[in-house]
């Protein structure tokens, strides 16, 4: 156990407040235990997740649990964080946890815990469309068999562009999965990337709790806003960019580390449309580079915010610029009626299989019919879906 741990537990024992716990497997809801306070069930599973992180020893400092909500005695909400050291690479970890009690004890689970849905459905701390969010969960499948539409745009106003300091990255620095990308510019105002329910971690970092089982986190902000399950609206200020490291971790100039999760842990960033741009991971954490069409952004340039891509629009990629022609029919056997420039969002209305193409995102026969009745091929756009879009025709 690291030093500062123990000694939180010999200050709690001291106190009356640590009794024998029963063992909790890490990943799994901690069951009731009579005669141990909350704050001592949600500890203890907490020190037993910090077990299963390589590096702990070294990175993880103490814990911190936070109760944001209670229902009379039986119910309460809050945040469970592993505060991280305050040293490059270092960053804390933390979760949303639901607790009951009963004549048997606290009743804990974490939200990546599969009581978490069970506890949600009954807390009467939760509003309905909190709890609406908090339960909601994507496809599993969905990254492997290619949907990586997320209806985001970047964290900041639409129609500005901020640098792209650092490329795909963990949430932890150079750990995978790389979640994470480092913004900063313009205004310096961090902005909700979609609608959901906003939560304060702790100071300098909020969790926004999306639809179709997303998440993102904003770490290192300034005079960010307090939430506890407040509903935010896509483009809602959550605060300014910052170096704030209340939790642990570094940050050597003002930024907003920027991370995606899926149904409750982080995932790879890389192929997710946000902003109308796609990530790709370099051979490192830290590089790679974004791409809007055929435009590539490296670390370091700019990243112009073009809002939302619908979840049946597409951008047009010719892999290499300048347009693509727009068919009377699913196939190059019917007459061109037009082009549209590398870049453009377009909007789907139906798709058929038509010729067979090849483009940046592969091979293959599939056409989109737009919304102004003409056609393009599928090798052309991104949506990110591999796949049609809005059904066939």
């Known amino acids: 156990m690291h030093t500062s741990l123990a000694r939180r537990c010999l200050a709690l024992a001291s106190a009356g407040l640590l009794v024998l716990l029963a063992p909790v497997t890490a990943g799994q809801a901690a069951g009731p235990a009579a005669g141990q306070s909350l ?21 993880f400092a103490d814990t911190r649990v936070t109760v944001t909500k209670r229902s009379g005695k039986a119910w309460a909400f809050g945040t469970a964080i592993l505060l991280a050291q305050h040293e490059e690479g270092a960053f804390p970890e933390g979760w949303l ?9 606290w009743q804990v689970a974490f939200e990546d815990d599969s009581a978490f849905d069970t506890l949600a459905a009954s807390a009467p ?7 609406a ?34 490329g795909p990255h963990g949430w932890s620095g150079t750990n995978t999965p790389y979640s994470s990308v480092d913004l900063s510019g313009g205004d310096q105002i961090v902005r ?37 399950g407040a509903a935010v609206a896509e483009g809602t200020r959550l605060g300014d960019t910052g170096t704030d490291v209340t939790c642990g971790g570094s940050a050597s100039g003002r930024h907003v580390h920027f991370a995606l999760r899926q149904n409750n842990v982080y995932v790879g960033i890389a192929y997710h ?17 974004q791409l809007h069409g055929s ?30 022609n727009k ?15 590398d870049g453009t969002t377009v909007s789907v209305a139906c798709s058929a299989n038509g010729t067979t193409h090849s483009g940046r995102w592969g091979t293959t026969s599939l056409w989109n019919k737009l919304t102004d009745g003409t056609w393009v091929t599928d090798a052309f756009m991104a949506t990110g879906i591999n796949g049609p879009v809005n059904g066939y025709c």
């Not at 992180?53 to 070294?58: K, V």
């Not at 701390?125 to 709890?131: P, T």
């Not at 997320?150 to 639409?158: D, K, V, W």
Request: aromatic fraction near 12%; proline fraction near 2%; hydrophobic fraction near 35%.
């Open 133 to 166: 969010n908090l339960t909601s969960t994507g496809d599993p499948s969905a990254a492997a068999n290619g949907d990586y539409r997320t209806g985001m745009r970047l964290p900041y106003a639409t129609g500005v562009s901020w640098s792209m300091g650092g």
């Open 273 to 289: 449309i946000i902003g109308k741009w796609i990530p790709f991971n370099g051979a490192s954490a830290y590089g790679g580079y």
């Open 39 to 59: 704050e001592t069930v949600v500890t203890s599973e907490l020190l037993e997740r910090a077990r299963g992180i390589a590096g702990y020893d070294d990175h």
């Open 192 to 228: 909700a990337t979609r609608g959901g329910t906003a939560y304060t971690m702790c100071r300098g970092w909020l969790r926004v709790i999306h639809d179709r089982g997303y998440a993102t986190d904003y770490y290192h902000l300034w005079n960010n806003i307090s939430v506890n």
């Open 295 to 324: 435009t590539r952004v490296n670390v370091g340039g700019a990243l112009y915010n073009y809002g939302v891509l619908g979840f049946t629009q597409g951008i047009i990629d010719t892999n290499g610029g300048g347009t693509v």
């Open 97 to 105: 946890f639901l607790a009951r009690r009963s004549i048997k004890g």
């Open 125 to 131: 701390l939760l509003g309905r469309q909190e709890r």
């Open 327 to 341: 068919r009377s029919g699913p196939g190059t056997g019917y007459a061109i009626v037009g082009s549209v420039a």
